[in-house]
Nanobody
């Protein structure tokens, strides 16, 4: 079993910054893709950013130039640095990680979600 623990959400004023973290634990052999998604009120869940095992990144247009995704493979942790936050970034942010375990093969796991609220 693989578990994800997210942290770093909160309330921030427009133009402010937050850093989200997501740590994976369990019988992990290899992690492939680590990503952040979000679901705003009344909207579908959408990809914010993803980082692949080789370090290549992919961003939603809304995140380009403001958000930076990174990973620490020694800690099985992915980060999302969010700068210049806007009210429309308000959402529940979810971490998603996929890879392989030592015992059960392929996994694709979601975090519990962390609330980000951008408001003055």
């Amino acid at each position: 079993q693989v578990q994800l623990v997210e942290s770093g959400g909160g309330l921030v004023q427009p133009g402010g910054s937050l850093r989200l973290s997501c740590a994976a634990s369990g019988s992990i052999f290899r992690i492939n893709t680590m990503g952040w998604y979000r679901r705003a009120p009344g909207k579908e869940r959408e990809l914010v950013a993803a980082i692949f095992s080789g370090g290549t990144t992919n961003y939603a247009d809304s995140a380009k130039g403001r958000f930076t995704i990174s990973r620490d493979n020694t800690k099985n942790t992915v980060y999302l640095q969010m700068n210049s936050l806007k009210p429309e970034d308000t959402a529940v942010y979810y971490c998603n990680v996929d890879g392989r375990t030592w015992t059960s093969g392929y996994f694709d796991t979601w975090g519990q979600g962390t609330q980000v609220t951008v408001s003055s």
